[in-house]
């Protein structure tokens, strides 16, 4: 048995089960959607902030999953621009890693969310950026909305097998002229009897070759941009949905993205999430959770490269010392380290707020912000450590580079997130 109601076990493999103790209960109530039902149970374990010796076995069992059935095969799936999502994220369902933080009675832990950053932590351990990508928007960018306000219907049919690694979810938000600016979309449902009728498109769409269903954004009326748009399930297999061609990227090679068209394609009314004209505010909560997860993901990455850079420094010499003990090499590695350790602090402020209910919009956006900033710095200062090798794909820190850029891209630009903190700082003109 996988680890599922009570979260009393954890699935490691066929042949080992680990014991684990939940401290919280995911509440699923649609007025308060960040909220959690915590015990009284574990406090912090150690130094550290906001994890429980039950955040430490959760992220055990995941890191030996990762080392077996993941990190082997990395270089292969990296080369063929496409991992195998299906199985991947069957391993991971049935061990109760595709719904740490969802409800029980949909295949979930029941957990509050700092048990999926501390997941996202984890899954840095990757050694790619594309696989903890497509994972993240499996849990953590297609399905938060439809968790907390779609239908028992829509979660038994979407939900539920996306949880346990049945079915792969992919986002559908971004268009070539609306990216980071949601409000922009131009793909439009149109009511007709009991069904949506849907004309349009969706680009950089992650896992959009493999998914079996999408989670879409379209605009269901002429109103107000912010409030005409709703939120759809959407089964890629209907006829009209066409996967138009698969993009070739800088990074995140492994992680297959899609164009995808939407030629008069029909749907039923009830595959919609939550109440109609809601799906800008849905996307908006869903972006909180998507944010805060990058950052998690990214950090451990960081922390792996400069110990990679410290290892390889230590004992590649140059003019007859090793390069670390060149005093520009160290001390801008301490450095590094250092702004790590702050966005860590960032992330764990901010996660600890997000479970007790708390709005944290303005902070998520500012360690998006940090994050993806500092893994662009990092990454270059880094690679060049490393020398003529940084500049090969035999090592981490090169794929890094390409991978990382991404952050400061997607899930909105490094720009939008400047202008969400300065209105939540009361800055922006007047219009």
């Known amino acids: 048995m996988a680890l599922r109601a009570g979260a009393s076990k954890l699935l490691l493999n066929n042949r080992h089960l680990y014991k684990f103790t939940p401290v919280a209960v995911r509440s699923v109530s649609e007025n308060a959607p960040s909220k959690q039902v915590t015990s009284s149970g574990s406090e912090p374990v150690g130094d550290h902030l906001i994890y429980t010796a039950e955040h430490f076995a959760l992220k055990e069992s995941l890191k030996k999953i990762i080392d077996q059935e993941i990190n082997p095969y990395v270089d292969q799936w990296e080369a063929e621009g496409k991992f195998p999502a299906h199985k991947v994220f069957k391993i991971l369902g049935s061990a109760g890693f595709l719904g740490v933080n969802r409800p029980v009675e949909y295949g979930g832990l029941g957990l509050d969310y700092s048990y999926s950053v501390a997941v996202a932590e984890e899954l840095g351990k990757i050694r790619c950026g594309g696989i903890p990508m497509a994972i993240g928007v ?26 346990m690694g049945d079915k792969v979810a992919c986002l559908g938000v971004s268009e070539v002229g609306a990216g980071s600016d949601v409000s922009s979309i131009l793909t439009k449902a149109v009511k007709k009897g009991d069904e949506y009728v849907i004309t349009g498109g969706k680009m950089w769409t992650t896992n959009g070759i493999q998914a079996d269903w999408m989670c879409l954004l379209a605009n269901t009326s002429d109103g107000p941009p912010h409030r005409n748009k709703s939120l759809i399930c959407l089964p890629m297999n209907l006829p009209g949905v066409h996967i138009a061609r698969k993009i070739d990227k800088l990074g995140m090679w492994s992680s297959d993205t899609a164009e995808v068209f939407f030629d008069d394609v029909r749907v039923p009314c009830k595959n919609i999430i939550g109440q109609e004209g809601m799906g800008f505010t849905y996307q908006m909560l869903q972006f909180q959770e998507e944010r805060l997860w990058a950052v998690a993901n990214i950090i451990t990455t ?8 410290i290892q390889y ?36 402020h901010a996660t600890a707020l997000y ?60 720009e939008v997130m400047l202008g969400i903190i300065s209105k939540y700082m009361d800055m922006l003109p007047k219009k």
Not at 302 to 309: F, R
Not at 315 to 341: C, G
């Open 313 to 348: 420094t230590r004992q590649r010499k140059i003019f007859k010392q090793p390069v670390l003990h060149h005093q520009t090499v160290h001390f801008r590695l301490a450095e590094l380290q250092t702004e790590v350790e702050l966005l860590r602090s960032l992330l764990y």
């Open 355 to 414: 479970v007790k209910g708390n709005d944290v919009t303005k902070l998520a956006s500012m360690a998006k912000l940090k994050g993806g900033r500092l893994a662009r710095e990092l990454s270059d200062s880094c690679l060049q450590f490393w020398g003529g090798m940084g500049f090969t794909s035999d090592v981490l820190v090169s794929r890094f580079y390409r991978d990382s850029r991404l952050m400061s891209i997607g899930g909105g630009a490094d």
């Open 302 to 309: 960081m922390d792996i490269v400069i110990q990679e850079t």
């Open 138 to 163: 499996q849990t953590d960018m297609a399905t938060p909305a439809l968790a907390r306000f779609g239908s028992a219907e829509m979660k038994q049919e979407f939900l539920l097998p996306t949880i």
